[in-house]
């Protein structure tokens, strides 16, 4: 099962529901991009996703670019404008899906103040991408289940 997450930075959302997706099955392909990546992951996203015991600190920031041509079994969206301006692919994408979060990099203030801001999308996605998982039957097999 190959699956890409999009998202505009590529820092926080597609990131974390990467990581998210990794860790509840391990044989999953797993990308994520972004329309305009940043050069790194977002440090606030490493810190509250290590909390749940996740480690993103090796994941990189990648173009979409760098997708085009290859196919995958589901492309999600996780902002808006992503899924705006997700280009067309080349290759074959069997389902297209948008799961949108509110970005948790327009949180201003003090450490203690962004945090559970970045805490409750993280909740949010995990939430979102295990029901995906689970009523999708995605076990690694590239195939949907019975």
Known sequence: MKILILCTGNSCRSQMAEGILRAIN???????????????????????MKEIGIDISSQQPAHINQFIGNSFD????????????CPVFIGEIKNKLHIGFQD????????????PVYRKIR???NEAFTKFYHKNHIYGTGKKTS
């Open 123 to 125: 909740d949010e996605i």
């Open 104 to 115: 948790p990099a327009t949180a201003r203030g003090s450490e203690a103040e962004i945090l």
């Open 26 to 48: 391990s044989e999953l392909e797993i990308f994520s991009a972004g329309t305009k990546p940043e050069a790194v992951v977002n440090p606030h996203a490493i810190t509250v």
């Open 74 to 85: 589901y492309v999600i969206t996780v902002c808006d404008h992503a899924r705006e301006s």
